[in-house]
């Protein structure tokens, strides 16, 4: 009710005969609401529209022209929009004329200046005010020509989003965050008139606002719903589903991805367009990367000459982005230290900061894997900072997930706790559910260690999600904490069949570290059973690939899994030697994550 006293006090009033949720519900015609102030009262005070009316009615011929046309903005307005849209060709007031006649509309506290959201100033009217506009406007007749006017600016204005968005970065996001109402009034208009190519040009742009803005369930319901129209061109339409394939890809679904991908494949190659060939190709990269990293890096691969020919910078970004991560997702590190420096490159040649911080994640975690954990906090926080500027709510929730996950190998996992559950509720906001299970893992190992005892159904929780998405590079890790809790709770048959798992999931990835750490997990469950010879060969595989790699992390579990075996077999001198170099190595690496193994040695011993 925008505080008018007036309009809360007819408001009140209803609360007789509705509920406050009716009168909410009813707000959207509120003239026809709130009737019957006091008798007593002057004409002007006994209903809001007469109210309003009264201040109206004192307005000049061409104050009242603008003052209605104003009405079809929503969120605020320019005065290059109020120009574009209100004096835009026929009766009325011409574009020069616009200043002083919002100037007398500010006076007259009709019109509020909003110089609070950036260097330009915006202007915006009360929701009660607008709604009084908005009738005045369809009284005179005016309503589909001023909404087609207003549409066609906020085209021309995505459109110069679209151009600015090769980033993107902070500046044009809240720049274009300022206009998001206006796309969506817009949109409404060019679906309510079955106009496709409007409605495929603006669901895209305000699509990626939104994904980025963490808003992924409605980014998708308009794109939907503009591809749900018939006809329109084919580029509009298979940028439209490139976007859709995005969203997609943030929500999960990688089988709708592939879906989409083949349908703009078929687009670009009836009309010969390379550019939209190429992100057909990046699409299916996207939905090939949980399932099978060989055809995701043949996609991308596919789609660069194609980026190269249409110089489509996005693409060319992205290739770089994924080809780096996908070597990260296989453990192949050596690859990820030669390929990042390059993606961040290019990225920043571009002005990036999504792609900057995309590749902060691959480089954070590849440092992680090798147990440079300060490179890889700074590599995590660097890339929380650029995803907050952005306000990308999924990415910060992946960078949170990397920090806790440093956190936990720090030896702090109350601290990581408390991250991985603050990234999971930002997720569940955005309907990020591709990254609900990486951190819903995270929560069960911080459970373990503390020994929390809700550790093994958080665990068990994570796997049911990791198995949802399908993503072998998820369900991997998941599979091994939910096989630790199991080792330490005795359950080692059911432990055995989720170290199976992870191993399955490394094949599928060719990961060594999924690889290195089931083996040192089998070793403990063979330890568990009372079988040493078979743990500590099982310690020393893990051992051998974790040096091979540069796993440095699985390197101190494994020494110090063997020096529990050499300590369970009275070998006093071989186990205190092993905790030593395992404890040096501890205190080089910063690395404090699993103590439970250490002390039970470090007690034999």
């Not at 206009?179 to 742009?205: H, T």
């Not at 999924?394 to 960078?399: G, T």
């Not at 568990?528 to 790699?549: I, K, N, Q, S, T």
């Amino acid at each position: 009710l925008d505080g008018i006293p007036l309009a809360i006090e007819l408001a009140a009033a209803r609360v007789r005969l509705l509920s406050p949720q009716e009168i909410l519900a009813g707000l959207q015609d509120r003239f026809r609401l709130l009737t019957g102030g006091a008798r007593s009262a002057l004409p002007r005070q006994q209903t809001l529209e007469a109210s309003v009316a009264w201040s109206h009615d004192q307005l000049s011929d061409d104050e009242r022209i603008l003052f209605r046309r104003l009405a079809v903005f929503a969120g605020g307005f320019t005065l290059d929009a109020a120009e574009a849209v209100c004096a835009a060709g026929g009766e009325g007031p011409d574009r020069l004329a616009v200043l002083d006649l919002l100037d007398g509309l500010v006076a007259k506290s009709l019109v509020m200046l909003d110089d609070s959201v950036g260097p330009e100033t915006r202007y915006r009217m009360l929701e009660t005010i607008r709604q009084f506009a908005a009738l005045a406007l369809s009284r005179a007749g005016e309503t589909a020509a001023l909404r087609d006017a207003h549409l066609r600016f906020c085209l021309a204005s995505a459109a110069r989003m679209e151009q600015r968005l090769i980033g993107p970065n902070p500046a044009v996001i809240r720049w274009a965050a300022t206009e998001q109402d206006n796309y969506r009034v817009a949109l409404d208009w060019a679906l309510a008139g079955a106009d496709p190519e409007g409605a495929l040009n603006l669901a895209r742009p305000l699509a990626f606002l939104l994904g980025h803005r963490g808003r992924i369930r409605e980014a998708r319901e308009w794109l939907e719903r503009a591809l749900a129209l018939p006809g329109g061109p084919p580029g509009p339409r298979g940028e439209a589903l490139w976007m859709l394939g995005f969203q997609l890809w943030k929500w999960g679904d990688t089988e709708g991805g592939k879906v989409v991908a083949t349908q703009i494949l078929e687009l670009a190659k009836a009309a010969g367009d390379a550019r939209l060939e190429g992100r057909a190709h990046e699409m299916f990269c996207w939905a090939y990367l949980y399932s099978d990293p060989v055809a995701a890096k043949a996609s991308i691969d596919a789609a660069r000459p194609l980026a190269e020919a249409a110089a489509d910078a996005w693409v060319l970004m992205d290739h770089t982005c994924e080809v780096a991560f996908i070597a990260m997702r296989s453990d192949d590190h050596a690859e990820v230290d030669r390929l990042v420096g390059d993606a961040l490159a290019v990225a920043r040649r571009h002005g990036s900061d999504y792609f900057l911080y995309w590749n902060r994640f691959t480089e954070g975690m590849s440092a992680l894997r090798q147990g440079r954990l300060p490179e890889a906090r700074r590599a995590a926080e660097e890339g929380l900072r650029l995803s907050t500027g952005i306000g990308d709510a999924v990415v910060m929730s992946l960078h949170e997930y990397l920090l806790a996950e440093v956190t936990l190998a720090e030896g702090e996992p109350r601290a990581a706790l408390e991250r991985a559950e603050r990234a999971l509720a930002d997720c569940e906001r955005a309907g990020a559910d591709v990254f609900v299970s990486k951190l819903l893992g995270t929560r069960a190992r911080a459970l373990m260690a503390f020994a929390h005892p809700e550790a093994r159904a958080a665990a068990h929780a994570a796997l049911e999600a990791a198995e949802r998405l399908g993503d072998p590079w998820v369900h991997g890790p998941v599979a091994l904490a939910c096989a630790r809790v199991l080792i330490d709770t005795g359950e080692l048959a059911a432990a055995a069949a989720h170290l199976d798992e992870a191993r399955r999931s490394a094949a599928m990835l060719g990961s060594r570290w999924i690889a290195a750490v089931a083996d040192h997990s089998a070793g403990l469950l063979a330890a568990a059973a009372g079988e040493g010879d078979r743990a500590e060969d099982l310690h020393h595989a893990a051992l051998a690939a974790a040096v091979a790699r540069g796993l440095a992390l699985v390197v101190v579990d494994s020494l110090e899994g063997i020096a529990a075996v050499a300590a369970a077999g009275e070998s006093w001198e071989e186990a205190a030697r092993l905790i030593g170099a395992a404890g040096r190595r501890r205190d080089e690496l910063g690395y404090r994550h699993d103590p439970a193994a250490a002390t039970c040695a470090e007690s034999a011993a």
